[in-house]
């Protein structure tokens, strides 16, 4: 089991920049970390995750080139460093856990079992 805690999140203008912070307790390196969001009126979509070792991530389309996702299992932390952000990129942002039982497939929106509260971001025109 883990627990997950993100943080933050914030105000910003479009272009700007914010980097997420995923903590997690128990033991973090057996899970895929995904980064989900969800828009109001919109699905939860996940836009990001890596594989437990780091070896590997994935990017949703739309913030292929401007997303990086990073961890360091001795911190139990993984990163999300959002740059040229944009006012459609709003949503609530969660990190959600992956256990590495479900294999590899941790680009799929299946399979994420413990969730964090979540953190704002809101980016304005």
């Known amino acids: 089991q883990v627990h997950l805690v993100e943080s933050g999140g914030g105000n910003v203008q479009a272009g700007g920049s914010l980097t997420l912070s995923c903590l997690g307790s128990?033991?973090?390196?057996?899970?895929?970390i995904g980064w989900f969001r969800q828009a109001p009126g919109k699905e939860r979509e996940l836009i990001s995750a890596?594989?437990?070792?780091?070896?590997?991530?994935y990017y949703e389309e739309s913030v292929k080139g401007r997303f990086t996702i990073s961890r360091d299992n001795t911190l139990n932390t993984v990163w999300l460093k959002m740059n040229m952000l944009k006012p459609e990129d709003t949503a609530l942002y969660y990190c959600?856990?992956?256990?590495?039982?479900?294999?590899?497939?941790?680009?799929?929106?299946?399979?994420?079992?413990?969730w964090g509260q979540g953190t704002q971001v809101t980016v304005s025109s």
């Open positions: 959600a856990a992956r256990p590495r039982y479900r294999g590899s497939t941790y680009y799929e929106t299946t399979g994420y079992e413990y």
């Open positions: 128990g033991r973090f390196d057996n899970y895929a």
């Open positions: 890596i594989r437990w070792s780091a070896d590997s991530n």
